[in-house]
């Protein structure tokens, strides 16, 4: 059964770090490229940052660019979400995906449940 499990979210003022986690199991994680996307309220479900199955390719919404990176951890079967200076508009639920490409373009295969992350102004 695949499980692409989100954490690391929370409340954090503006300016602020956080690190989101997404552990995957049930399927080849090392053989899928990975994507973070993220929902703010009211909003649809939007690109944030994509990486390819070896981690040598990686590719980031324009508004993120310079402050989140993405990463991941073949080994743990782990990728990595970093955020700094964050903003309030970052605010809403991020979900990990795998398979497709590493771009807003094409299907995902699954997806996780998402973590909430919340940015005060």
């Known amino acids: 059964q695949v499980q692409l499990a989100e954490s690391g979210g929370g409340l954090v003022q503006a300016g602020g770090s956080l690190r989101l986690s997404c552990a995957a199991s049930?399927?080849?994680?090392?053989?899928?490229?990975m994507r973070w996307f993220r929902q703010a309220p009211g909003k649809e479900r939007e690109f944030v940052a994509g990486?390819?199955?070896?981690?040598?390719?990686?590719y980031y919404e324009d508004s993120v660019k310079g402050r989140f990176a993405i990463s991941r951890d073949n080994a743990k079967n782990t990728v990595y979400l970093q955020m700094n200076s964050l903003k309030p508009e970052d605010t809403g639920v991020y979900y990990c995906?795998?398979?497709?490409?590493?771009?807003?373009?094409?299907?995902?295969?699954?997806w996780g449940q998402g973590t909430q992350v919340t940015v005060s102004s």
């Open positions: 995906a795998a398979g497709g490409t590493i771009t807003p373009i094409g299907d995902v295969d699954y």
């Open positions: 049930g399927y080849n994680f090392y053989r899928y490229n």
């Open positions: 990486i390819s199955w070896s981690g040598s390719s990686t």
